[in-house]
């Protein structure tokens, strides 16, 4: 298992590539019930943003110092030893050739990333 942790970077692959919701909303209520103080039972799942989404958070809450992102996919990453994690697959920053990985869940939360509009 930790080969799989070691080699699960975001490839070319990927781009284009989303989570089916109905498989996201599943592991939402697993989450809800196995940790209920972090994933608040009746809070509903997340949408997914659609590729091409910008996103942006600010280094250390501080507003001088964004950090930009766009979203080009999404799937469940192997986090730790113990279990999938939803991930946005994006290029950070934007004009990077570098694919790299934002928590799903963070999009829309305080100090969170937020969408550009």
């Known amino acids: 298992m930790f080969s799989e942790l070691a080699d699960d970077t975001p490839k070319a692959s990927d781009i ?3 989570i089916a919701q109905p498989e996201l909303e599943e592991w939402w209520e697993k989450m809800q019930k196995d940790l209920p103080q972090v994933f608040t039972p009746g809070e509903s799942c997340p949408q997914q943003v659609s590729r091409g989404t910008k996103l942006r958070a600010y280094f250390d809450g501080d507003k001088s110092k964004p950090m930009d992102a ?3 996919g999404s799937k469940f990453k192997l986090e730790f030893a113990d279990g999938k994690y939803p991930m946005y697959v994006v ?3 934007p004009q990077s050739r570098e694919l790299s990985y ?3 869940t963070t999009v829309g939360e305080e100090d969170g990333w937020e969408v550009v509009k």
């Open 102 to 104: 934002i928590h799903l």
């Open 91 to 93: 290029r950070y920053p």
């Open 16 to 18: 284009g590539v989303f």
């Open 70 to 72: 766009v979203v080009l």
